[in-house]
């Protein structure tokens, strides 16, 4: 069955980076796009950007431009996200997504990674 | 603010129907297809109901329907259980990007 799996809570201080992965299995890695999307305590999805792991062609939401950088690994079939400059309303769960269109919401989802950037 | 406009809150009870909107512009929801709609419990990652404005993926429960005039979506439930009770979410595809509405908060009574 498809799964996306992504790697553990993280604590940062501001001002640092952070990097989270996303592993799928269970479908051709390189078919699907991979959205990543964030969720801040108590409030709405909020979305980041997408990669496409055929060829890694991205692109980012405005608001991240510059401080964001999806990369990926075709022999892992796995996605990293990579948000710099951290500030303390970057603590949220950030989610990987998949969808077959990069014009379409994700179908699957990862279970989410915790990022807590607090001094 | 998010680019999409939902209710924060509605409620409903027991066997009933609700309908969630989800108002967009002439650049996203009202020109393509390509909205989707989202279950989320708390704790848990979002759960695809709605693509392409009235898909229902394998599994998701015939209770569940899109439909959309003009800039704005509906994601309807009939039906209402207790386990429907969770936030939802629109998402729309804007041209170059993807976006999401501030979600609802579904209470059943």
């Known amino acids: 069955q498809v799964q996306l799996v992504q790697s553990g809570a993280e604590v940062k201080k501001p001002g640092a980076s952070v990097k989270v992965s996303c592993k799928s299995s269970?479908?051709?890695?390189?078919?699907?796009?991979i959205h990543w999307v964030r969720q801040a305590p108590g409030q709405g999805l909020e979305w980041m950007g997408i990669i496409n792991p055929s060829g890694g062609s991205t692109s980012y939401a405005q608001k991240f431009q510059g401080r964001l950088t999806m990369t990926m690994d075709t022999s892992t079939s796995t996605v990293y996200m990579e948000l710099g400059s951290l500030r303390s309303d970057d603590t949220a769960v950030y989610y990987c997504g998949r969808s077959y269109y990069d014009s379409s919401g994700p179908d699957n989802w990862g279970q989410g990674t915790l990022v807590t950037v607090s001094s | 603010q998010s680019a999409l406009t939902q209710p924060a809150s509605v409620s409903g009870s027991p066997g009933l129907s609700i309908t969630i909107s989800c108002t967009g512009t002439?650049?996203?929801?009202?020109?393509?297809?390509?909205v989707s709609w989202y279950q989320q419990h708390p704790g848990k990652a979002p759960k695809l109901m709605i693509y392409d404005v009235t898909k229902r993926p394998s599994g998701v429960s015939n209770r569940f329907s899109g439909s959309k005039s003009g800039n704005t979506a509906s994601l309807r439930i009939s039906g209402l259980q207790a386990d429907d009770e969770a936030d939802y979410y629109c998402c729309s595809y804007t041209g170059s990007s993807t976006s999401f509405g501030g979600g609802t908060k579904l209470t059943v009574l």
């Open positions: 269970g479908y051709t890695f390189t078919s699907y796009y």
């Open positions: 002439s650049s996203d929801v009202g020109n393509y297809d390509l």
